[in-house]
């Protein structure tokens, strides 16, 4: 069996007020398309068809070929969207197609495959999957006949009073066989207030051909939430981060207080780790047991080992082994590797470098493109000057080394193990092993200067 889904995603979403494709609304840092594209795949749809309309070629370059994209010239409705996909549908043989509304980011690859064998047991041309909610405002309405069969969608800019009541409501997601699909689609009109093809009217054509359709319950009644502007998108995103929240915390992870934190649906956490308020942990993020993370930090693509500390660290694409100490205030930039044991605070930034177990970098310091061994003490102020404003080059430090206060290291340079710097050196040459590098001019007393120049005004006080 050949099966495709089509995704519409060609709506400009007016009510978002954007630059964007509505779609490229995020949900917990994920564009509703990756979200609707991920569910069809995860229920083994593979041949997926994006129908783009509104800034096409944003969602063709987002989609990056893990899709088919079939623009939409003239956003005729949801019917006239689908009809982009008839080629499509026609050369590839398929047998069943499914549909799925990119705006509506909860539709899950369970509901999707059980849609399926209801649609394929039953042998039904067409099944919608619909759901039951408390407000069906704005949705079109699933209507039913006295024995309960599904016989129409009536959308809401078309219900009577009493169509407005019913509150099963048409989730956007449906199979079709494929070939009643093309053949129900040649009948819609746009013959309705919004001068629009809905895709809607296919069931009441069928119905009256004659043919079998069904409406499939879903058991996960999010799965047909939609986002058609960002009060609603705020609201998908707080459904989702409490679902992730409490998923976390009932595998052991504490938080004490939710507020500002935002956790990623993938995340990877252990027990006991604590996170603290106003905590934001991105995309590709995999924390170990018993941290503290947070207040104030945000992590991105960064790995976390156990028992670490992180407090208002920024961090993207690094890596921090376990006991290590971060922050206040620490900026991990990309490539950053942090030892264990490893101590960073008060305006420190970490690029492109990694830091030996046991050292110690602890205020006003910038570690550039830099390899720095263990048990390293940085004093306050080290800067690695690791462009020359032309090429980037590399710092050794070597292990037990200790970097004077406001030394500067002009890259490339190596300190050997043990070796000293002292404060305010400017080092431009490499450092043996064990020896004391002062690179600064000596000192000179003029006693008795002031007496002599009275460089000062008259004391006021
Ligand atoms: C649609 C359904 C409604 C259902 C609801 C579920 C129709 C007529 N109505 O209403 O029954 O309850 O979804 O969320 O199908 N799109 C295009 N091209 C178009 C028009 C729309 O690609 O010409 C896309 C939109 O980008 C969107 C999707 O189709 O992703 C749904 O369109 P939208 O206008 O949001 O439909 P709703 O009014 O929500
Ligand atoms: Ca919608």
């Known amino acids: 069996m050949k099966n495709a889904a089509i995704i519409l995603a060609g709506g400009e979403g007016t009510r978002m007020h954007s630059s964007k494709p509505k779609v490229m609304a995020e949900i917990l840092f994920r564009p509703m ?8 795949k995860g229920a083994g749809v593979t041949d997926v068809c994006v129908i783009t309309g509104y800034k096409a070629e944003i969602l063709e370059q987002h989609l990056e070929g893990r899709a088919v994209c079939v623009h939409q010239a003239e956003r005729l409705g949801t019917g006239h969207a689908v009809m982009q996909a008839i080629p499509f549908i026609e050369n590839n043989h398929f047998d069943n197609v499914l549909i799925l509304n990119g705006d509506a980011p909860f539709i899950d690859s369970d509901t999707i495959r059980e849609a399926l064998s209801y649609h394929l047991t039953r042998g039904f041309v067409q099944t919608v999957i619909s759901a039951r909610i408390e407000n069906p405002f704005g949705y079109g309405r699933i209507i039913r006949d006295t024995n309960g069969d599904f016989t129409a969608i009536v959308e809401e800019a078309s219900a009577d009073k009493e169509t407005k009541k019913i509150n099963e409501i048409n989730s956007g997601a449906m199979w079709f066989a494929a070939d009643a699909l093309v053949e129900l689609l040649a009948k819609v009109t746009n013959d309705n207030s919004k001068g629009e093809y809905y895709l809607t009217d296919t069931v009441g054509i069928a119905v009256r051909e004659k043919r079998p359709v069904g409406a499939y319950t879903a058991k996960n009644a999010d799965a047909v939430l939609g986002a058609n502007n960002r009060v609603q998108l705020m609201e998908l995103n707080e459904k989702l981060r409490q679902k992730v929240l409490r998923q976390h915390m009932l595998a052991g992870v504490s938080i004490p207080c939710a507020d500002g934190v935002i956790i990623d649906a993938d995340a990877v956490i252990g027990a006991d780790t604590v996170i603290l308020p106003g905590t934001i942990i991105k995309a590709g993020c995999e924390i170990g047991e018993n941290c503290v993370i947070g207040p104030n930090t945000v992590l991105y693509k960064t790995k976390v080992g156990s028992n ?3 407090n208002s660290v920024q961090a993207e694409e690094a890596e921090i082994s376990d006991h290590a100490n971060l922050g206040p205030f620490v900026h991990l930039r990309p490539n950053a590797k942090i030892g264990e044991h490893v101590h960073c605070g008060n305006f420190v930034e970490i690029k492109n470098s990694v830091i030996g177990a046991h050292t110690a970098v602890s205020h006003l310091t910038y570690v550039g493109d830099s390899d720095v061994g263990k048990g390293v003490n940085f004093g306050c102020g080290v800067v690695t000057v690791n462009f020359n ?16 206060c406001n030394t500067n290291l002009i890259a490339p340079v190596k300190v050997g193990d043990r070796a000293y710097t002292a404060a305010g050196s400017t080092i431009t040459h490499d450092v043996p092993d064990d020896s004391l590098a002062i690179a600064r001019s000596r000192q000179e007393v003029k006693e008795n200067w002031v007496i002599k120049k009275k460089p000062y005004r008259e004391k006021k006080y």
């Open 33 to 40: 398309i990756d979200r609707v594209l991920d569910a069809a």
């Open 389 to 404: 404003g032309k090429t980037k080059n590399r710092c050794t430090v070597g292990d037990d080394a200790f970097i004077g």
């Open 308 to 310: 670490v500390t992180l």
